[in-house]
């Protein structure tokens, strides 16, 4: 059957119970006028359009993209693609791709041959080892390459150039995940898996939009909602969400509020003694003390902070107290919030003091923004070690050193790696004078963009921006590297739930674009760098012998991927990590029987102060925790440093929106995602339209301290004080380029320069606003979609919907027996 | 009995590093951590200011419960200076002097928590011991934070 994927992105229910297996259903979307008859091959692949991992099959006709097809057998979608899945393929063939190199002449950018480019990288690079040594140099990745790309830019990174200031983007979506899941496993790595949602009784997401972040793996929770025994959804957000209108209860608590909240929480929980005692005694450090913390703390207390219902508290509070199998998962709402890091970690003490970790249904999913972070985190091109080995054990840099066959020396690890926004820091004071930005947006998705712009475009900082398109950010570059991007060239991503897909060439890439791994390789061959044998230091040749390379790297850690080969992976259909002799079929969930690898030789990270940052000593993390159990610790509540006043009565957040993913870049060229939200839209609540006397569609200046935008009005369901604005839109399409030529759209002309102390993510969802009427609405609604959060609360705006062209062949299939899990 | 001198000493050299971390949070606001964190870590020590006012009151030592605050004409100068400077690398310098300075004094402070404890031991003074187990480890906090952010910061200040 067919549906329209941009109007019902969801798509059709097909419900199951506790305990069984999630039903088949594959949906297709191919080129107009090309059939399933006409496809020539089909090319294995998963999703890169967020972090879901849906794996899918690319449509390959006369040497061109046609289209793609969910893969049934897979574990982590069973079939089902979400719209950017569907729709997103299509940039790859836009008319305005990257295809020849680009340098800056007379201040402008003019095409060049590779040889010309690399060679003003190479030498600038040089000039300025030379100078003033590797402190100079930066590099700024995503969370969007593939794991052997990573790999190969931290080996050059670290060893070759041998600079500490390598991050990625997933700073922004991801680092509070792992900074989490480090503060209470002692390392990073998933503990849950997908299928946990086949057998949780309650689920609760905090700070989650699932259903639009994760679209597929929402249609799971959806066909459980739709089944015998469903799950009680508990949601926290300030807006009402797909998600918040499926809870069973929904908290929208005061922005930056989220530490008060969780306290209380918790405080309910161990009030009501739903405390797993045998299981925190054996596995769980910290307990005692988090107890004696939380005396401070109740359901009234934290209701009164969050300005939340304290019934509905102290109800979400029984839900996950008393929940036989509890599925937990987080991210922005928490991750770019207020205190982020002690946030996200009181959600895995909730599951470490019920104590049913690593068993079916009671997962906590720690959630990634993007398709491949979790191997920017694991390959350690987010700036920490690679395969999780940990910085401040001597041990680990001297095993990296070994496989790196470098001196350890070579390594830098006698500092923390600088996060992007030192770097950024560092680059406006002048010491770091080089930084290459790959597959990334800076001048639209880092906070407060005027700054950004100010200190990117310095004369004295040579910047190198490699990407597919002629981003913001790539035109104030001083040298442009045209890139290939999925599905025209081969390599291997991780999902959120550990789970590794292969991902193969279906296409060329256009003109003169290169695979971000062959960038890389030629920049090590013209660097010459070498290990301590005079040896190459980067040995492989191809995706492949990458892999192979990282696979030895990764042995014996918590990432182990030596049971992988591509053989296996283009074979099967996706596998879990760890994946080794031990454990040859993948491994479904960490942490079973309280089993943590957080041993103190052992572990990737001591932690760090939840309030101040600062890193744990070895010592104390020996004295605190010698017998590598799991560690809770409670968390101060400090109120977000921006608080509204007389000037600035609101807060603002920011955030997404199913139809795009980050600035677009793909997205907008993607006809049907572009037509379903076509421009930028603030959201205000009925309560406060009235109070400010405007309407659907009006148009409105917001401001914060630092700079205004101006969107068209969405009466949604958000919650009162509180304005929302969607952070994708930038002005590469607009007449002026780059920058804001009068009126300016982009939400992070808004933000705040301030980071979480622990993940030094950056913090979105706390600054304050004011708006104004600049001019009424002709009665033309905005361009928010009303499929999802920024769904009306009023009458009159359209549905969205995307016709015949957004038309998806659905096939919803008896239960495949045996099949994917 | 001595414990009123201490007290009145600790008393001083709370103070005293809460205007130094007023300070730097002033000076260096365009390095956004140090900015936030210095004024965080400054209410701690303020409100160790006001619980030891209290406190010295039952050792016959009259402290003032008002802890500096670094308002002003001299710090909004200092913000100014801050913003101007931001681009260039001396004020980076500054940055390792001033925070090289909350650490020796938070030092000093946590010796003075250990004077007063070792005190109220020595009297059986329960709520004074309880005071110092609730505020010392809140210095060594503030001491752990200066230590951490002049190692993440040396190399790239010293070296560039």
Redesign the interface.
């Known amino acids: 059957m067919s549906r329209d994927a941009i109007a019902a992105p969801w798509g059709t229910r097909t419900p199951y119970g506790r305990g069984e297996v999630w039903p088949v259903r594959v949906d297709m979307h191919l080129a107009d006028g090309v059939t399933e008859a006409d496809v020539d091959r089909w090319v294995q692949s998963a999703s890169i359009l967020h972090s879901n991992g849906d794996a899918l099959d690319i449509a390959v006709k006369d040497g061109r993209v046609v289209g793609v097809r969910g893969r049934g057998e897979d574990r982590v979608n069973h079939g089902r693609l979400g719209p950017k899945d569907l729709f997103g393929w299509q940039a790859n063939r836009s008319p305005d791709r990257l295809t020849r190199p680009l340098v800056r002449r007379g201040g402008r950018l003019v095409e060049t041959d590779w040889d010309e480019a690399m060679d003003l990288v190479v030498r600038r690079s040089q000039d300025l080892l030379a100078e003033q040594g590797p402190s100079a140099l930066g590099f700024y990745t995503t969370g969007q390459l593939f794991l052997e790309e990573y790999y190969t830019l931290g080996v050059v990174a670290h060893a070759g150039v041998g600079t500490p200031h390598v991050d990625g983007n997933t700073r922004l979506c991801t680092a509070t995940a792992a900074a989490a899941l480090k503060q209470s496993f002692g390392c990073d790595g998933q503990p849950g898996s997908y299928t946990d949602v086949d057998h949780a009784d309650v689920i609760a997401l905090y700070g989650h939009n699932m259903a639009e972040t994760q679209s597929v793996l929402w249609t799971r929770i959806l066909d459980r909602l739709a089944g015998p025994n469903p799950p009680a959804v508990v949601c926290v957000d300030p807006r009402l969400t797909p998600v918040a209108r499926e809870a069973a209860v929904h908290l929208a608590p005061r922005p930056g509020t989220n530490v008060a909240l969780m306290n209380g929480l918790l405080a309910e929980v161990i009030a009501h003694d739903w405390v797993d005692h045998d299981y925190v005694e054996r596995h769980v450090v910290g307990f005692d003390e988090l107890k004696e913390q939380l005396a401070t703390w109740s359901a009234d207390r934290a209701a009164d902070v969050c300005d939340v219902p304290v019934e509905d508290l102290r109800e979400a509070a029984r839900l996950v107290g008393t929940a036989d199998r509890l599925l937990s998962t987080v991210l922005q709402g928490f991750y770019q919030s207020n205190q982020a890091t002690a946030a996200a970690v009181q959600v895995n003490n909730i599951h470490l003091v019920r104590g049913r970790l690593g068993t079916p249904g009671n997962g906590i999913l720690q959630m990634n923004g993007q398709p491949t972070a979790q191997n920017t985190r694991e390959a350690g091109a987010d700036g920490d070690l690679a395969a999780f080995r940990n910085w401040t054990n001597e041990s680990h840099v001297a095993d990296l050193a070994r496989v790196w066959n470098v001196d350890p020396m070579t390594i830098p690890h006698y500092t923390p790696p600088t996060h992007v926004m030192q770097q950024l820091r560092y680059a406006e004071e002048g010491s770091i004078r080089f930084l290459w930005v790959q597959a990334t947006n800076p001048l639209v998705s880092l906070p407060e963009l005027h700054r950004v712009r100010s200190v990117l475009s310095q004369e004295r900082l040579f910047l190198v921006v490699q990407d597919i398109f002629l981003t913001e950010t790539a035109q104030i570059a001083d040298v442009v590297l045209p890139a290939a991007t999925w599905g025209e060239k081969e390599g291997t991503f991780t999902n959120v739930d550990r789970t590794v897909h292969y991902s193969g060439k279906a296409v060329e890439p256009p003109g003169e674009a290169r695979p971000d791994l062959d960038i890389f390789l030629d920049y090590a061959r013209r660097m010459g760098f070498q290990d301590k044998d005079g040896g190459p230091l980067v040995h492989w040749h191809d995706p492949e012998s990458a892999f192979e390379a990282w696979k030895e790297c990764t042995r014996g850690r918590p990432c182990d991927y030596t049971g992988l080969t591509y053989d296996r992976l283009q074979g099967g259909s996706g596998v879990q990590w760890p994946c080794n002799d031990r454990s040859p079929d993948g491994t479904e969930r960490l942490y079973v029987d309280g089993a943590f690898w957080s041993a103190p030789d052992y572990c990737e990270s001591y932690g760090r102060d939840l309030v101040t940052g600062a890193p744990v000593s070895q010592t104390e993390y020996k004295a605190l925790n010698p017998h590598g159990k799991a560690v809770v610790k409670y968390a101060r509540y400090v109120p977000p440093h921006e608080l509204p006043s007389e000037e600035y009565p609101l807060q603002l957040t920011t955030g997404r929106t199913l139809y795009h993913f980050h600035t677009r870049t793909k997205t907008a060229r993607a006809p049907q995602l572009q037509a379903a939200a076509p421009e930028v839209w603030v959201e205000m609540s009925a309560h406060d339209a009235d109070a400010y006397g405007v309407a659907e569609g009006d148009l409105l200046e917001v401001a914060s301290p630092r700079a205004a935008v101006q969107a068209r009005l969405r009466v949604s369901g958000i919650r009162r004080g509180v304005v929302f604005l969607p952070f994708h839109y930038g002005y590469w399409d607009t007449p002026s380029g780059h920058e804001p030529d009068g009126g300016a759209r982009a939400a992070n002309e808004l933000t705040v320069t301030e980071w979480d102390p622990c993940s030094k993510q950056p913090i979105f969802k706390t600054a304050v606003a004011r708006v104004r009427l600049l001019e009424r609405g002709d009665g033309t609604p905005s361009a928010a979609p009303s499929t999802t959060a920024s769904r009306s609360v009023r009458t009159g705006p359209p549905a969205t919907a995307g016709g015949p062209a957004a038309a998806v062949e659905e096939d919803v299939r008896a239960r495949v027996a045996g099949g994917a899990r | 009995m001595k414990i009123g001198m201490a007290l009145r000493e600790l008393h001083r050299s709370e103070n005293e590093l809460a205007r130094a971390l007023l300070e730097v949070s002033e000076r260096h606001r365009?390095?956004?951590?140090v900015f936030?964190?210095g004024r965080?870590?400054a209410s701690w020590s303020q409100a160790h200011v006001r619980a030891l006012a209290d406190a010295g009151s039952r050792y016959d030592v009259d402290l003032d419960p008002e802890p500096v605050t670094g308002q002003g004409l001299l710090a909004a100068a200092r913000e100014r200076w801050s913003d101007a400077v931001?681009?260039?690398?001396r004020?980076?310098l500054r940055l390792l002097v001033d925070v090289r300075e909350v650490y020796t004094l938070a030092c000093g402070v946590s010796v003075d928590w250990e004077l007063v404890a070792q005190a109220a031991q020595g009297v059986r003074d329960a709520e004074l011991l309880a005071l110092s187990k609730a505020c010392h480890p809140e210095t060594l906090?503030?001491m752990?934070?200066a230590?951490?952010?002049l190692?993440?910061s040396?190399?790239?200040?010293l070296?560039?």
């Open positions: 365009v390095d956004h951590d936030y964190l965080e870590l931001g681009r260039d690398p004020a980076a906090r503030q752990r934070w230590n951490a952010k190692k993440e040396a190399t790239q200040i070296v560039s």
